[in-house]
C-alpha cells in the first residue's frame, strides 16, 4: 500500500516536472518568434530611413550595404582578426575585474571597519571617467595590451563589487548562525550558505560587469589604436567607410548580448535549479 502511493507521488512529480519543461520550451519558443519580429521590424524601419531620407551609403548605409560588407570583412579576415584581439583584452579585463571585485566584496563583508575606510574611495572612484583615465594608463604602461586590460577591469570592477555586497548584506543572520551552531568553519559558510544565498545578485553584478568590459576595450583601443574592433571603428570613420563602422557596431553588440545571455545560463544551471 505504502509502495502504491509512494509511487503514485513519484510519477506525479514527475509528471509535473515534465509539464514545466514543456511551458518552458513553449515559452521559450514564444521569446524566439518575438525576437525575430522585432528585429525584422527594426531593419525595416532602418531601411525607411535609408530611402526617405535619400541618405548616400557613406552617411547611413542600408541593412544590405552592411550585410555585404559584413561578409567582405568576414571573408578577408579583417573582422575575425580584429574580433580576436577584442575579445582577449575583454576576457583578461573581465577576468581582473571579477576577481578583485568578488575578493573585496566579501573582504567589506566581512569588515565594517574596512568598508568605513574603503567604500568613500571606491564611490569617489566612479566620479573619475575612464576616458580620462585611459590616457594616463597608456602613458604608464605603453601601447600594448595591459593598459586596455586595465581599462576593462577598472570598469568592471565596481558595480560587481557593489552588487556582491549587497548580495551579501542581503542574507538572513538567522541562516549563518544556524551554521555557526553546526560547526561550519569559514570556508564551509562561504561555500554552502553565503554564495548560494548571494549568487543572484553576483551573477546580476557579473552580467552587468561584462557588458561594460566590451565598452572598456573599445575605448582602450580608441587610445591605443592598433588592433581591435575599436581600431575598426576609427578606421571605418577616417576612411569614410559607414557600412564597416556598423559592422564593427553590430559586432561590439553581438559580444556583450552573447556575454550576457551566457551567465544568464550558468546562473539557471548553477542557481535556479
Same mark, same amino acid.
Given at each position: 500500500?505504502?509502495?502504491?502511493?509512494?509511487?503514485?507521488?513519484?510519477?506525479?512529480?514527475?509528471?509535473?516536472?515534465?509539464?514545466?519543461?514543456?511551458?518552458?520550451?513553449?515559452?521559450? %519558443?514564444?521569446?524566439?518568434?518575438?525576437?525575430?519580429?522585432?528585429?525584422?521590424?527594426?531593419?525595416?524601419?532602418?531601411?525607411?530611413?535609408?530611402? /526617405?531620407?535619400?541618405?548616400?551609403?557613406?552617411?547611413?548605409?542600408?541593412?544590405?550595404?552592411? /550585410?555585404?560588407?559584413?561578409?567582405?570583412?568576414?571573408?578577408?579576415?579583417?573582422?575575425?582578426?580584429? *574580433?580576436?584581439?577584442?575579445?582577449?583584452?575583454?576576457?583578461?579585463?573581465?577576468?581582473?575585474?571579477?576577481?578583485?571585485?568578488?575578493?573585496?566584496?566579501?573582504?567589506?563583508?566581512?569588515?565594517?571597519?574596512?568598508? *568605513?575606510?574603503?567604500?568613500?574611495?571606491?564611490?569617489?572612484?566612479?566620479?573619475?571617467?575612464?576616458?580620462? +583615465?585611459?590616457?594616463?594608463? $597608456?602613458?604608464?604602461?605603453?601601447?600594448?595590451?595591459?593598459?586596455?586590460? /586595465?581599462?576593462?577591469?577598472?570598469?568592471?570592477?565596481?558595480?560587481?563589487?557593489?552588487?556582491?555586497?549587497?548580495?551579501?548584506?542581503? +542574507?538572513?543572520?538567522?541562516?549563518?548562525?544556524?551554521?555557526?551552531?553546526?560547526?561550519?568553519?569559514?570556508?564551509?559558510?562561504?561555500?554552502?550558505?553565503?554564495?548560494?544565498?548571494?549568487?543572484?545578485?553576483?551573477?546580476?553584478?557579473?552580467?552587468?560587469?561584462?557588458?561594460?568590459?566590451?565598452?572598456?576595450?573599445?575605448?582602450?583601443?580608441?587610445?591605443?589604436?592598433?588592433?581591435? /574592433?575599436?581600431?575598426?571603428?576609427?578606421?571605418?570613420?577616417?576612411?569614410?567607410?559607414?557600412?564597416? %563602422?556598423?559592422?564593427?557596431?553590430?559586432?561590439?553588440?553581438?559580444?556583450? +548580448?552573447?556575454?550576457?545571455?551566457?551567465?544568464?545560463?550558468?546562473?539557471? %544551471?548553477? $542557481?535556479?535549479?
Amino acid at each position: 500500500m505504502i509502495s502504491t502511493a509512494g509511487t503514485e507521488r513519484q510519477a506525479e512529480l514527475d509528471g509535473n516536472e515534465v509539464a514545466v519543461k514543456r511551458r518552458r520550451k513553449r515559452a521559450a %519558443r514564444g521569446k524566439g518568434w518575438l525576437n525575430l519580429l522585432s528585429f525584422a521590424s527594426f531593419l525595416a524601419l532602418w531601411q525607411a530611413v535609408v530611402w /526617405l531620407g535619400g541618405y548616400p551609403s557613406f552617411i547611413l548605409p542600408g541593412p544590405w550595404a552592411v /550585410l555585404i560588407r559584413f561578409g567582405q570583412a568576414i571573408q578577408s579576415g579583417l573582422l575575425w582578426d580584429n *574580433t580576436l584581439v577584442t575579445l582577449g583584452e575583454i576576457a583578461l579585463g573581465f577576468g581582473l575585474g571579477a576577481s578583485g571585485g568578488l575578493l573585496l566584496a566579501y573582504l567589506l563583508y566581512k569588515s565594517r571597519l574596512l568598508e *568605513t575606510i574603503l567604500a568613500p574611495y571606491i564611490a569617489a572612484s566612479q566620479a573619475l571617467p575612464v576616458v580620462a +583615465i585611459a590616457p594616463l594608463l $597608456v602613458l604608464w604602461f605603453g601601447y600594448g595590451l595591459l593598459p586596455k586590460v /586595465l581599462i576593462c577591469a577598472i570598469i568592471v570592477f565596481f558595480p560587481i563589487t557593489i552588487s556582491t555586497v549587497v548580495g551579501f548584506k542581503s +542574507i538572513e543572520r538567522s541562516l549563518v548562525e544556524v551554521a555557526d551552531l553546526f560547526g561550519a568553519n569559514g570556508w564551509q559558510k562561504l561555500r554552502l550558505v553565503e554564495v548560494p544565498l548571494a549568487a543572484h545578485n553576483i551573477f546580476a553584478g557579473l552580467r552587468l560587469g561584462l557588458t561594460l568590459s566590451v565598452t572598456g576595450a573599445v575605448v582602450g583601443e580608441f587610445v591605443s589604436p592598433s588592433r581591435g /574592433l575599436g581600431y575598426l571603428l576609427n578606421f571605418s570613420s577616417s576612411s569614410l567607410d559607414a557600412p564597416l %563602422r556598423f559592422v564593427a557596431l553590430f559586432t561590439l553588440v553581438a559580444l556583450a +548580448i552573447l556575454g550576457y545571455r551566457s551567465l544568464t545560463a550558468l546562473e539557471r %544551471r548553477l $542557481v535556479d535549479w
